[in-house]
């Protein structure tokens, strides 16, 4: 037992009860015994070993949680990495997921999850830990386990009562006040319970972390945390790099790519002989201009083909940025998506004829560095036409617009931090005209604050505004930019501290799945993958978007653990690309986009039986880029 003094933990004994009711006492709970042991580790970390024994006569069932609390929690800020994030959903956010709330705990509150106290279930989040900051300026608490102990799946959670703040871990899992399952039609709250034969002792072993007042404080936890976890996750890629870049631009071209008009198809079906009730085929007939879909991935399928000598790759990626290129929205920038029953409209958001900035920023933020490969006037017109018209949209405050009007250029939003997409692409243009680089330097300004409040959010177009993986990759590309092109150290700064934040996301250890599930049966490492988002709870390869600015930002901080980070995704994704026909019951070059590690939208062990253009592209992109930086990988 160690002398320095360390929090409270407060040990209960947990009755089984029926599903959506609150967590009762065990009602012997006197005959347990408990005996804490705390091993100080420094830096304000402890290992807590925890041994509980049943004494009584007969079997019974129960579950043990152990919490912490904090007091003056007037304004608590709540971190569960990858899967909840502060509030972890606007209020008025158009999707519905879990959300907190002070003094939500009416039933029809959490009927439309808002609630002020939740658990889950340890695999929904990316490193299995709790933080709690009860107030602006205070210190905080972190309590850390695996996502398995002796009594089964672990839970996390935490609860706001009467100004205090409470986090926890439950042996073994409860999920309250009900089950997210990926829609705002919630599922009844889940419980488990451990059946305790007379004179049985479990030992339990966890860590308590004491946190200064700056929430960026999670981010040395969570290293040493994905240190310990990495030891027993080995990186298991099924091909090397240059293997992997063949088959995904294998899979772009085969089985995306369409000549006709020239489009990247979003998504193939794995079973070729299945059709809708249409009787039509299961393909997606849509592109976005970037994100799920167009120029980005076309421009990486260009990079490979000028690499290798695949002229009918680099035929195919033209094809497909011509397509793009060849028609602007009446506003001067691209349109959002394109379908083939009826051509080029707006973006996946709930305003009238918004096109979503982000995708329009990635968009040309790509169509630049394709312009780098092969010079070509349209592309370099509707580069500059982009371009041009966000900068003279932003605001005198740096923001740039979130939702802009596809006929009118009106900015329909200015919310959120999506924005921060078109920052890369205004400095690597900015030779072109004077007005590109202040544009760039004013964005990075007024979108900083959303990096140090750790809150980024509203880049996918299909999950509105909640904090998501993709809005760190967006500020790590821009930051990263902005640093290249001023060589100041506070973008710099700012892109260590977003990617960071992305790496609460990026899954520190291997989830355990049933053998008999197609993730078991391929014993898939999820070490390295990203959580979506806290809304879309999946498992996704969108990290290697942004593969070269953390190799980067690794070279200039001095600092390996981004290189790591960035090798660990790309290893993690080599796995899952179809290496033959048949492959996992796909087809060669085929990638899926879900790799379900958790009970949401499927069950856990699945994995969605769709290719995607982007999870095909993201692949090649960062295999592009890794073997740009390491020709010899």
Same mark, same amino acid.
């Given at each position: 037992? &160690?002398?320095?003094?360390?929090?409270?933990?407060?040990?209960?004994?947990?009755?089984?009860?029926?599903?959506?009711?609150?967590?009762?006492?065990?009602?012997?709970?006197?005959?347990?015994?408990?005996?804490?042991?705390?091993?100080?580790?420094?830096?304000? *970390?402890?290992?807590?070993?925890?041994?509980?024994?049943?004494?009584?006569?007969?079997?019974?069932?129960?579950?043990?949680?152990?919490?912490?609390?904090?007091?003056?929690?007037?304004?608590?800020?709540?971190?569960?990495?990858?899967?909840?994030?502060?509030?972890?959903?606007?209020?008025?956010?158009?999707?519905?997921?879990?959300?907190?709330?002070?003094?939500?705990?009416?039933?029809?509150?959490?009927?439309?999850? @808002?609630?002020? $106290?939740?658990? !889950? %279930? =340890?695999?929904?989040?990316?490193?299995?830990?709790?933080?709690?900051?009860?107030?602006?300026?205070?210190?905080?608490?972190?309590?850390?386990?695996?996502?398995?102990?002796?009594?089964?799946?672990?839970?996390?959670?935490?609860?706001?009562?009467?100004?205090?703040?409470?986090?926890?871990? &439950?042996?073994? !899992?409860?999920?309250?006040?009900?089950?997210?399952?990926?829609?705002?039609?919630?599922?009844?709250?889940?419980?488990?319970?451990?059946?305790?034969?007379?004179?049985? &002792?479990?030992?339990? #072993?966890?860590?308590?972390?004491?946190?200064?007042?700056?929430?960026?404080?999670?981010?040395?936890?969570?290293?040493?945390?994905?240190?310990?976890?990495?030891?027993?996750?080995?990186?298991?890629?099924?091909?090397?790099?240059? +293997?992997?870049?063949?088959?995904?631009?294998?899979?772009?071209?085969?089985?995306?790519?369409?000549?006709?008009?020239?489009?990247?198809?979003?998504?193939?079906?794995?079973?070729?002989? @299945?059709?809708?009730?249409?009787? %039509?085929?299961?393909?997606?007939?849509?592109?976005?201009?970037?994100?799920?879909?167009?120029?980005?991935?076309?421009?990486?399928?260009?990079?490979?083909?000028?690499?290798?000598?695949? /002229?009918? $790759?680099?035929?195919?990626?033209?094809?497909?940025?011509?397509?793009?290129?060849?028609?602007?929205?009446?506003?001067?920038?691209?349109?959002?998506?394109?379908?083939?029953?009826?051509?080029?409209?707006?973006?996946?958001?709930?305003?009238?004829?918004?096109?979503?900035?982000?995708?329009?920023?990635?968009? &040309?933020?790509?169509?630049?560095?394709?312009? #780098?490969?092969?010079?070509?006037?349209?592309?370099?017109?509707?580069?500059?036409?982009?371009?041009?018209?966000?900068?003279?949209?932003?605001?005198?405050?740096?923001?740039?617009?979130?939702?802009?009007?596809?006929?009118?250029?009106?900015?329909?939003?200015? +919310?959120?931090?999506?924005?921060?997409?078109?920052?890369?692409?205004?400095? #690597?243009?900015?030779?072109?005209?004077?007005?590109?680089?202040?544009?760039? @330097?004013?964005?990075?300004?007024?979108?900083?604050?959303?990096?140090?409040?750790?809150?980024?959010?509203?880049?996918? #177009?299909?999950?509105?505004?909640?904090?998501?993986?993709?809005?760190?990759?967006?500020?790590?590309?821009?930051?990263?930019?902005?640093?290249?092109? /001023?060589?100041?150290?506070?973008?710099?700064?700012?892109? =260590? %501290?977003?990617?960071?934040?992305? !790496?609460?996301?990026?899954?520190?250890?291997?989830?355990?799945?049933?053998?008999? /599930?197609?993730?078991?049966?391929?014993?898939?490492?999820?070490?390295?993958?990203?959580?979506?988002?806290?809304?879309?709870?999946?498992?996704?390869?969108?990290?290697?978007?942004?593969?070269?600015?953390?190799?980067?930002?690794?070279?200039?901080?001095?600092?390996?653990?981004?290189?790591?980070?960035?090798?660990? *995704?790309?290893?993690?994704?080599?796995?899952?690309?179809?290496?033959?026909?048949?492959? !996992?019951?796909?087809?060669?070059?085929?990638?899926?986009?879900?790799?379900?590690?958790?009970?949401?939208?499927?069950?856990?062990?699945?994995?969605?039986?769709?290719?995607?253009?982007?999870?095909?592209?993201?692949?090649?992109?960062?295999?592009?880029?890794?073997?740009? *930086?390491?020709?010899?990988?």
């Amino acid at each position: 037992m &160690t002398t320095v003094e360390h929090p409270a933990l407060d040990v209960r004994m947990l009755a089984e009860v029926a599903p959506g009711e609150p967590a009762a006492a065990h009602p012997e709970s006197e005959r347990f015994r408990t005996a804490e042991r705390w091993v100080d580790e420094g830096d304000g *970390a402890w290992r807590v070993e925890l041994g509980v024994t049943w004494r009584g006569e007969a079997p019974t069932r129960a579950a043990v949680r152990a919490a912490l609390a904090l007091g003056g929690a007037n304004d608590p800020w709540w971190l569960i990495p990858g899967a909840f994030y502060g509030e972890n959903r606007p209020a008025a956010n158009d999707r519905v997921f879990p959300r907190f709330e002070v003094g939500a705990s009416a039933p029809d509150r959490h009927a439309a999850q @808002v609630s002020d $106290e939740w658990h !889950f %279930r =340890a695999d929904r989040a990316a490193t299995p830990a709790v933080f709690v900051w009860p107030a602006v300026g205070a210190p905080g608490l972190a309590i850390a386990s695996t996502e398995h102990s002796a009594l089964g799946l672990t839970g996390l959670g935490f609860a706001h009562r009467d100004g205090v703040a409470h986090i926890a871990l &439950t042996f073994p !899992f409860r999920e309250f006040p009900v089950t997210y399952y990926g829609s705002g039609e919630a599922r009844p709250a889940e419980h488990s319970v451990r059946e305790w034969a007379p004179g049985d &002792t479990v030992r339990l #072993e966890f860590t308590v972390h004491e946190l200064p007042a700056d929430r960026h404080s999670y981010a040395p936890v969570l290293r040493n945390l994905h240190a310990r976890a990495a030891a027993s996750a080995p990186l298991r890629p099924w091909v090397d790099v240059p +293997t992997a870049a063949a088959l995904a631009a294998e899979g772009l071209t085969r089985w995306h790519f369409d000549p006709e008009p020239g489009v990247l198809l979003e998504t193939v079906g794995f079973d070729r002989e @299945v059709s809708g009730r249409d009787g %039509r085929s299961v393909d997606r007939q849509a592109m976005h201009v970037g994100w799920v879909s167009g120029i980005p991935w076309a421009y990486a399928l260009l990079h490979h083909g000028l690499r290798t000598g695949r /002229t009918g $790759e680099v035929d195919a990626a033209r094809r497909v940025i011509d397509f793009i290129t060849g028609e602007l929205s009446p506003s001067g920038t691209f349109w959002g998506t394109w379908y083939r029953e009826h051509g080029w409209t707006q973006s996946w958001t709930n305003l009238k004829r918004g096109l979503h900035s982000r995708t329009l920023g990635e968009a &040309t933020h790509f169509l630049v560095r394709a312009l #780098e490969l092969i010079d070509d006037d349209t592309w370099r017109a509707a580069a500059r036409s982009n371009l041009d018209v966000v900068v003279g949209r932003q605001r005198p405050d740096g923001n740039l617009g979130h939702i802009h009007h596809a006929e009118t250029g009106e900015v329909l939003s200015w +919310t959120g931090s999506a924005a921060l997409a078109w920052v890369p692409a205004l400095l #690597e243009a900015a030779g072109w005209d004077d007005r590109y680089l202040p544009a760039a @330097v004013r964005a990075g300004e007024y979108y900083a604050r959303f990096v140090e409040m750790e809150y980024l959010h509203g880049a996918p #177009e299909d999950v509105d505004l909640a904090p998501t993986s993709e809005d760190g990759y967006v500020a790590i590309m821009a930051y990263m930019a902005l640093h290249r092109a /001023t060589g100041e150290r506070r973008w710099l700064d700012l892109a =260590a %501290r977003a990617a960071d934040w992305t !790496f609460t996301f990026r899954y520190s250890y291997d989830v355990r799945f049933d053998p008999t /599930t197609i993730l078991g049966v391929y014993d898939f490492g999820t070490r390295g993958a990203d959580q979506a988002s806290s809304s879309n709870q999946h498992l996704h390869a969108y990290g290697l978007v942004c593969t070269r600015e953390l190799l980067d930002l690794a070279e200039a901080t001095g600092d390996i653990h981004y290189r790591d980070r960035a090798e660990e *995704a790309l290893a993690c994704f080599r796995q899952f690309v179809a290496r033959h026909d048949g492959d !996992f019951n796909a087809y060669r070059g085929m990638v899926s986009e879900r790799f379900y590690q958790t009970s949401c939208f499927q069950p856990k062990g699945m994995l969605l039986t769709l290719s995607h253009a982007w999870s095909a592209g993201v692949l090649l992109l960062g295999c592009e880029q890794w073997l740009s *930086a390491d020709p010899s990988a």
